[in-house]
C-alpha cells in the first residue's frame, strides 16, 4: 500500500442555506458579486454541512461513513465526486471515480434495459467501447432473464431496476468507489452477491468509501469507520441512545 | 478550445445523450422523423397561405414557398434549441445534485438533436428548390458555414440561458416570451432588402438576420457571401460564445446547490 493517500479532505467547511434561492433576489446577487471578499461567519438563514473535516484514505483502504441523518455523510460524497464544492478548504483526489450515489442515475424509462447500460455507464464515466465489453458481465450479474433486456425498463420492477443499476455500477473500472445508501438494493440472495463483488474488487485494490445507515453491513466491508454527526467528525463510536 | 478540452473524456456520454434524446423521441410515433420536416413544413404553409390570400403581397422575388422556407429552416433550429435548453439544466435535477460531469454536456445534445432535425428538414428544402426550378450553384456551398456560424451563435444564448435559468427562473419566462418578438424582429415572413439603411443596419444587431438573408443570397440568388462581413459576423459570435461559456463554467460548479 502506498503512504500518499487518494483522497485527502483538509479542513473542509460546507456552508448551506436553508431557504434556498427564492430568498436571493437579483439586486443582492449583484451586490455580492461586487463585494470581493466572501463572508468567513454565517448570516441568518445559513448553517455549517460540514466544519473542519481532515479525513485521508489510502489506496485499496475501504472506509465507511456512518452517522444520522443530516450529519454530512452525503455532502463529503458530493464535495469528493466534485458535485459540489467546499466552501472552504482543499480536497485531493488521485484517481477515477465511480459514484455510486443513486442506483441506475439516467436511466430512461422508454429505453430497452440493454440500451440503459449504456445510458447509465456513460454517466457513470465508462466509455462505450468498455461497455460493450462487459454487456454480458453486467447482464450475468444482474441476473435478469435476457429476454427482459430487449423490454423498455418502464416494465420492470423496481427490484429489476436496482439489480440492473447496481450491476453497470460494479463493472465500472475506477479507482474509486463511492457508495452512498445504495446496498438496500436487491432481495437477500443479490445483496449477498454485491457484497462478494465488492469483496473481489478490494482485492484487485480499489478503494471504497461508503455510507450506510446500516452499521452491522459497514463493518462486514470496511476497515475502519468514521463516525459522524451535526457535521463533525467524532473520535469514537458514539453510544447507542436506547 | 476550451469547449473540446473539458467535452473530449465526455464525448461518449455526449454521443449517448444525443442518441438517447432523439432515439427516444420518435420511438412510438408513426411518422418518426417526417415529424423534423412537419414543423418547418407547416408553419411555411400557414404563411404562404396568409401572404396569398389574406394579403396579398409580394416578399421577396421568388416563389413564397421557398422563400419562407428557407428562413424557417434556420429558425426552426434556433427555437428548438433554445426551448430545450431551457429546460435541460432545471429538468435534470436528480442527475446534477448526484453525478459530476461538465454540465454543458445537457444543453449541448439538446442543441444537436435539433441540428439534426435541421439536416433532415433540409432534405424537404432540396425538394422545394428542385420543384420551383431555382438553378442551384457553388454558392450554396455557403451554407455550411453558414450553419457552422448559426451552431456557435444558438450554443452561446443556450449556454447563457439555460445557466442563468437555474438561479433565475425569469430566464425561461422571458425567453418564450422573447422568442416570439424575435420572430417578427428577424426578416422570416419579410425581406430587409427595401428598408432604409439604419433600419437595416438595426435588425443586423440580430446575428439571425445576417444568417437568414445570407441563406437566401447564396441559395435562391447563388451570390456568394461579402467576405468581410461574414468573418466580422463570426468574430462577433465567437467573442459572445467566449463570454456567455466562461460564466457557464464559472456558475457551473453551483449547480447542484441551486437547483
Known sequence: MSSDPIIELSNICKKYKIKRKSSNTLREDIEKLFSKYKKEGLTGDEFWALKDINIKVNKGESVGIYGPNGSGKTTIIKLISSVTIPTKGDISVNGTIAP??????????????????????????????????????????????????????????SGMNARLGFSVAVHSNADIFLLDEI???????????????????????????????????????????????????LDKAPIPDN | M??????????DLLYVFIWREFGVRYRNSVLGILWS????????????????????????DYPKPVFFYSALLPWTFFLSSITSSMSSLSGSQALITKIYFPREVLPISGICVAFLDLLIASSFYIILLIYYNISLNLTLLWIIPLFILLFIYTLSL???????????????????????????????????????????????????????????????????????????AMVLVLILFHFSYKLFIKIERNFADVI
Not at chain 1, 443479490?190 to 462478494?196: A, D, L, N
Not at chain 2, 476550451?2 to 465526455?10: C, G, M, Q
Request: proline share 3%; net charge positive; glycine share 6%.
Open chain 1, 100 to 157: 455510486l450515489i443513486s442506483v441506475g442515475a439516467g436511466f430512461h424509462p422508454e429505453l430497452t434495459g440493454k440500451e440503459n447500460i449504456y445510458t447509465n455507464g456513460t454517466i457513470l464515466g465508462m466509455s462505450i467501447k468498455y461497455l460493450k465489453e462487459k454487456e454480458n458481465d453486467i447482464i450475468d450479474f444482474s441476473g435478469l432473464r435476457r429476454e427482459f433486456l430487449d423490454l423498455p425498463i418502464k416494465n420492470y420492477s
Open chain 1, 183 to 233: 446496498l438496500a438494493v436487491g432481495d437477500e440472495a443479490f445483496k449477498k452477491k454485491c457484497f462478494k463483488k465488492i469483496d473481489s474488487l478490494k482485492k484487485k485494490n480499489k478503494t471504497f468509501l461508503i455510507v450506510t445507515h446500516n452499521l452491522e453491513n459497514l463493518k462486514k466491508i470496511t476497515d475502519r469507520i468514521i463516525y459522524m454527526e451535526k457535521g463533525k467528525i
Open chain 2, 2 to 11: 476550451l469547449l473540446i478540452t473539458r467535452l473530449y473524456p465526455y464525448r
Open chain 2, 37 to 60: 420536416i412537419i414543423q418547418p413544413l407547416s408553419m411555411m404553409l400557414l404563411i404562404t397561405f396568409i401572404f396569398t390570400y389574406v394579403i396579398n403581397v409580394k416578399v421577396g
Open chain 2, 158 to 232: 443556450s449556454l447563457l440561458f439555460s445557466s442563468l435559468n437555474v438561479y433565475y427562473k425569469d430566464v425561461g419566462l422571458l425567453t418564450s416570451f422573447l422568442m416570439r418578438l424575435l420572430f417578427f424582429g428577424t426578416p422570416i415572413i419579410y425581406s430587409i432588402d427595401s428598408l432604409s439603411l439604419k433600419l437595416k443596419l438595426l435588425l443586423f444587431l440580430n446575428p439571425l438576420t445576417f444568417i437568414i438573408e445570407n441563406t437566401r443570397r447564396v441559395i435562391l440568388e447563388g451570390r456568394n457571401i461579402v467576405l468581410w462581413q461574414f468573418v466580422l
